[in-house]
């Protein structure tokens, strides 16, 4: 499974590279089924050039990731392997705004967007901690502690933490992953996760595979905290954090419906290089 993934994580920067824990504690995670509803499209000359995965959400939602090899593009593998989804769900998919013909073909099945994230990035160099208020601390958990990140992602983002042990287990076990705790006394209240991207083009990494550019994979406070200006040194916090580590560049995405995480993110010396589009598609008997 690992060398099939390898495979389908080369088409470009859109999908991500995944570790074996990682896919093997998705394969056990309830979202998806086994890997069931996975697909994988088969050249004739033995080379993978498509792949859907399938993963379900709740009782309605499937989150949906479908590639397909730039060579291959334009000739129906996308359409068809987007119609071998589970077609009585609503479905979710994200493209990149920089990958011809995503939006032509998603809306031509049916989707419509939600909203985009902007994916911005920075060089590493310049960057020192800042203070932050209310005589909170920021700590890297050396021990990768799985139960202290469950329970500080659910009490950030309440029912869209991941709560899967397995899961977050594989996320902690990466060699390049870290976990910063905002604290105040001895509470958690704001999370901060970060590891090398998984996004990262063969030219944006080493001979070894290991990428180059540091990512926020996570941030968030607890809604008590929340407009008491201990955002940015968090995120400060990470990013220096991944600059120690080595990285040469760092990025970030940026909910673009909200202006302030846009403005956070600039004022940080991150500049735009792309867009991440949020697609969705309604259930047939949904009501719009």
């Known amino acids: 499974m690992q060398k099939l993934w390898a495979g389908v994580c080369s088409f470009d920067g859109s999908v991500p590279t ?3 824990a990682e896919i093997d504690a998705r394969l056990k995670h309830p ?18 050039v498509g792949a859907l995965e399938v993963g379900f959400i709740g009782t309605v939602r499937t989150e949906v990731l479908c590639a397909v090899n730039a060579a291959w593009r334009r000739q129906g593998i996308g359409r068809a392997l987007l119609q071998a989804a589970p077609r009585e769900r609503r479905l979710l998919v994200t493209s ?6 995503a939006a032509e073909l998603l809306t031509s099945e049916g989707f419509t967007e939600r909203y985009r994230e902007a994916r911005m990035r920075r060089k590493s160099k310049g960057l020192d901690p800042l203070e932050i208020p209310d005589g909170a601390v920021v700590a890297v958990d050396t021990e990768r502690d799985v139960e202290r990140c469950l329970a500080s992602l659910l009490e950030v983002f309440g029912d869209d933490a991941e709560q899967d042990a397995g899961l977050v287990t594989a996320w902690l076990r990466r060699p390049d992953c870290r976990v910063l705790y905002l604290k105040v006394g001895s509470r958690d209240v704001g999370i901060c996760i970060i590891a090398g991207s998984e996004h990262a083009k063969r030219s944006e990494r080493k001979p070894d595979g290991a990428s180059t550019i540091g990512v926020v994979e996570q941030v968030g406070l607890t809604k008590q905290v929340r407009g008491k200006g201990m955002s940015r040194p968090l995120v400060r916090a990470g990013l220096v954090e991944l600059a120690k580590m080595g990285f040469a560049d760092l990025e970030v995405l940026a909910d673009r419906r909200r202006a302030s995480a846009a403005e956070l993110y ?4 991150f500049a735009v290089v792309d867009d991440e589009v949020h697609w969705i598609k309604r259930e047939p008997w949904a009501k719009e």
Do not use: C, L, Q
């Not at 979202?31 to 993978?48: D, L, S, Y």
């Not at 990149?96 to 013909?101: D, L, M, P």
């Open 266 to 269: 600039e004022a940080e010396g």
């Open 18 to 20: 995944r570790t074996t």
């Open 96 to 101: 990149r705004a920089s990958v011809t013909g």
């Open 31 to 48: 979202a998806h089924e086994g890997g069931a509803h996975w697909r994988v499209v088969i050249a004739g000359n033995g080379a993978i």
